[in-house]
Structure formats: structure tokens, C-alpha cells
């Protein structure tokens, strides 16, 4: 079979692939969208977030990490499936402290511009309002881990392509969170720049650049002008991030 | 009056009124609207107690006793009750003092905050009883649709109302959907 001409299909899109893509990679390079938060184009998928959950015959798989293969027939934008996943961003949000309005991510939030995909209204579930640590010790660079949704690009960006190794995640089950790696835990005393990519690839509010927030009025931000379900907005979002940056 | 009018009654809780002024920068459509629906219990008649109506509108969360009492009767009168904004619909900037206890809250705003003369937490008995947490609406009683926002525009606010009164279910467009 020549490889160049394998593909498969997803919702009655006829999708084609190379050896060793994922469902992922391949969709989005055919221009079909698959809800995804913890994936990002060039780096090692995680398959953390699960939104990405896709059904192949009898089984669901994360379509971020399962390699395409040749006559798949895939479905993706299911009532239940689109369901699924907006239960799951619910429990992004109560899981968090996401309070939207005082937010400076608000606009150009990931999480945020996914509930409006998938039309979230409430929350749902209640509220965990769990308390977490803020970390403002670095001069550049702001951690809030309330808004963090534990989604991994900065501990892989960190490490794939910033050749650093800044954060990770520790704790299990509610107890898991965002952790430095530096002697005294602190931001400060790790060796993040604010040019590095794991500083800019945060989706939510969590990891923000310090002096730069508000540079874009609330309106005209990022989700205000795009829908997330556009494909190659992670080359928007980390322009428009390095812009600010300057 | 006319007795076909829809009665709405509103209120806001642990909240700044935003949703409010909000729902009155639908400016001239309040003329088209009036025409359908007529005002119990709300900031905009200034009437007390809420009686028997179609659409309660929520705003703020929930954060002390009387909050809760209001939520209460609100949910006892009315057919249909809507979150109104982010502190209803999850408990909103209020909800940032859960992070503390409320001993906490009190003692950095009435005992040790920048500037404070004469140094006591209030315990007048006029003054409703703080709750432990701020509390989303739909965490104390049902709640049947939610109009999110920061506030709610003023199209989100007629998309909504329009929709109740021609007793539809309200479903918001994805264009006018915000969070903040």
C-alpha cells in the first residue's frame, strides 16, 4: 500500500495521513478540527485532557495519540461526544478558581473560547474553590495556579523546545499541581525567560507575562475575532503572545 | 393592567447591579418589551416582596442570610428562574474571598487593613449574617436557565427574554456568549 495514499475518515471527512501521524495531526492538517486543550502542533502529545476523545469502531481513543491508521472510520462531532466533552470542561472549571471577569487571560483563553464552542452555560457541578498558591516572585513572569488546568504544554515546552526543564506536575488526583523546579520552588530562582516558549504557551491565565496586561482591550482580543474551531490558531495565539511580549 | 403581561420580578444578590444596568442598556426595545411584561419585586419598581410571577431574574451570588432568603422566595414565586451574570451562575469576583476563611475576611477588612480607625468587626443585629462561602445560585436552589456574562449584554438580555415571552426554550447564540 503506498503510503502516500492512506487515509481515513472522520465524520464523512476523508482525511489522507503518513506513516506514523496521530489522528490528531493528521485532522488538523486536512483542516478538520478535533476539540483539543493540551495538544499543540510540535510538541509530544500528553493525552491529558481528553477532549479529543474520538470513537473508532467500538472503543474511544484520544485522537492526540493514536497513531491514524488506513480505512479508520472515525466519529468526532457526535451528540454524545460533544456532550462528553463539555462535561469535561465543566470540571475544568469547578475544579478551578476560574473567574472569567477578573481574569487578564479573559478573550484570549483557550478553556474559555472551548466552553463557548461547545455553548456552556453554567457549570453544572459544584464549585471546589480550592485554595492554591500564587507564585508573583519572578519579575517577568506571573504564576497563578488557580486557573491552572494541569494540561502539561508548559512542562513539555519547557523540555522539547525551550531545552530547559522549569516545570512539572506533582500530587495526584486533587492534590496534583503545577510545580518549579528550582531550589527554592519560587519562579525566581528558576532559569524561565519570558521569551521561552513554555513562558507563552500556557492556554489559560496560570503562566502570564508580567507589564504587558490589558495591551488589548477586552473585545478585541483573540476570541473575540476568531472561534477556536479555526485551524493554525496556535500560530495566532503564539504571535499575538510574542507581540505583547515586546 | 393588562393581565396577559409576563410578571418579572428581579434582585440582586451578591452582586454590583452591573446585570442590571445591563438589562436597562436595552435602552428603546424596554418600550417593545413593556408592551409584554410588567415588573413585581425589583430595583426598578422598588417593591419589597416578591409575589407569584413568570421569570425571576438573579443576579450576585449567594454570601449572607438574607441572600439566601431572597433566593428562596424568589425560587417559591417564580415559574422560571434565570442566573443572571457570573457571581450568580458561579459565584464571580465575591467568590474570590472562599480562598479564606470568613474570620480571616473580617479581621484584614475591619481589624488589620491599611487605614481603619477605631479597630471592631461589626455585629449590629440589622446586619445579615455573612455565610461561610459565597455560594452559586444553583447550589442553594434550582435554577432553569443561566444567561451568562459579565454582565449579560443588553442582546443577550432581550435574546433571552424574547424567547420566555414567545415560550420558547432560550438557547444563546454562540456570537453573544461571554464570560467576562
Known amino acids: 500500500m503506498p503510503t502516500n495514499h492512506s487515509s481515513f475518515s472522520i465524520d464523512s471527512h476523508e482525511v489522507p495521513f503518513k506513516n506514523g501521524q496521530t489522528i490528531m495531526d493528521a485532522a488538523l492538517a486536512a483542516g478538520v478540527y478535533i476539540p483539543h486543550l493540551c495538544h499543540f502542533p510540535g510538541i509530544s502529545p500528553h493525552g491529558n485532557c481528553k477532549l479529543c476523545t474520538v470513537r473508532t469502531g467500538t472503543r474511544y481513543v484520544t485522537a492526540c495519540t493514536t497513531p491514524a491508521k488506513h480505512g479508520m472510520i472515525i466519529e468526532s462531532e457526535t451528540k454524545e461526544l460533544i456532550e462528553a466533552r463539555r462535561a469535561l470542561t465543566q470540571m475544568l472549571f469547578i475544579e478551578g478558581n476560574h473567574i472569567c471577569p477578573s481574569c487578564e487571560k479573559t478573550g484570549n483563553c483557550t478553556l474559555q473560547a472551548m466552553a463557548y464552542h461547545l455553548g456552556m452555560q453554567d457549570n453544572h457541578f459544584p464549585q471546589f474553590f480550592p485554595y492554591r498558591e500564587v507564585d508573583a516572585s519572578h519579575p517577568t513572569i506571573w504564576l497563578d495556579r488557580d486557573r491552572c488546568i494541569l494540561c502539561n504544554l508548559c512542562v513539555r515546552a519547557s523540555r522539547e523546545i525551550d531545552g530547559k526543564n522549569v516545570f512539572a506536575i506533582a500530587g495526584r488526583g486533587l492534590d496534583a499541581q503545577l510545580i518549579v523546579n528550582s531550589s527554592s520552588g519560587k519562579l525566581a530562582d528558576s532559569d524561565l525567560s519570558p521569551t521561552d516558549l513554555a513562558a507563552r504557551i500556557c492556554p489559560v491565565g496560570a503562566i502570564l507575562i508580567k507589564e504587558t496586561g490589558y495591551r488589548t482591550p477586552i473585545g478585541q482580543r483573540i476570541f473575540d475575532r476568531h472561534t477556536i474551531s479555526e485551524i493554525d490558531l496556535e500560530a495566532i495565539i503564539l504571535a499575538e503572545t510574542a507581540s505583547q511580549n515586546e | 393592567m393588562n393581565d396577559t403581561k409576563l410578571k418579572i420580578a428581579t434582585t440582586s444578590l451578591a452582586g454590583c447591579f452591573g446585570c442590571h444596568m445591563s438589562f436597562l442598556d436595552?435602552?428603546?426595545?424596554?418600550?417593545?418589551?413593556?408592551?409584554?411584561?410588567?415588573?413585581?419585586?425589583?430595583?426598578?419598581?422598588?417593591?419589597?416582596?416578591?409575589?407569584?410571577?413568570?421569570?425571576?431574574?438573579?443576579?450576585?451570588?449567594?454570601?449572607?442570610?438574607?441572600?439566601?432568603?431572597?433566593?428562596?422566595?424568589?425560587?417559591?414565586?417564580c415559574r422560571i428562574?434565570?442566573?443572571?451574570?457570573?457571581?450568580?451562575?458561579?459565584?464571580?469576583?465575591?467568590?474570590?474571598?472562599?480562598?479564606?476563611?470568613?474570620?480571616?475576611?473580617?479581621?484584614?477588612?475591619?481589624?488589620?487593613?491599611?487605614?481603619?480607625?477605631?479597630?471592631?468587626?461589626p455585629a449590629d443585629a440589622e446586619l445579615p449574617l455573612l455565610l461561610d462561602k459565597v455560594y452559586p445560585v444553583?447550589?442553594?436552589?434550582?435554577?432553569?436557565?443561566?444567561?451568562?456574562?459579565?454582565?449579560?449584554?443588553?442582546?443577550a438580555f432581550y435574546h433571552l427574554l424574547q424567547a420566555l415571552i414567545q415560550g420558547k426554550t432560550p438557547e444563546l447564540p454562540k456570537e453573544i456568549l461571554h464570560y467576562d
Open chain 2, 26 to 77: 436595552m435602552d428603546e426595545r424596554l418600550e417593545t418589551l413593556l408592551e409584554h411584561v410588567s415588573f413585581d419585586r425589583s430595583p426598578f419598581t422598588d417593591i419589597k416582596t416578591v409575589g407569584t410571577c413568570d421569570i425571576g431574574l438573579v443576579e450576585g451570588g449567594v454570601c449572607n442570610e438574607e441572600n439566601a432568603q431572597v433566593l428562596r422566595q424568589f425560587r417559591a414565586n
Open chain 2, 81 to 121: 428562574l434565570v442566573a443572571v451574570g457570573a457571581c450568580a451562575i458561579n459565584g464571580g469576583v465575591p467568590a474570590m474571598r472562599n480562598h479564606f476563611s470568613l474570620q480571616e475576611c473580617l479581621e484584614e477588612v475591619y481589624l488589620n487593613g491599611t487605614g481603619i480607625v477605631n479597630p471592631q468587626i
Open chain 2, 138 to 155: 444553583g447550589e442553594v436552589v434550582k435554577i432553569d436557565f443561566y444567561l451568562p456574562g459579565c454582565p449579560p449584554s443588553a442582546n
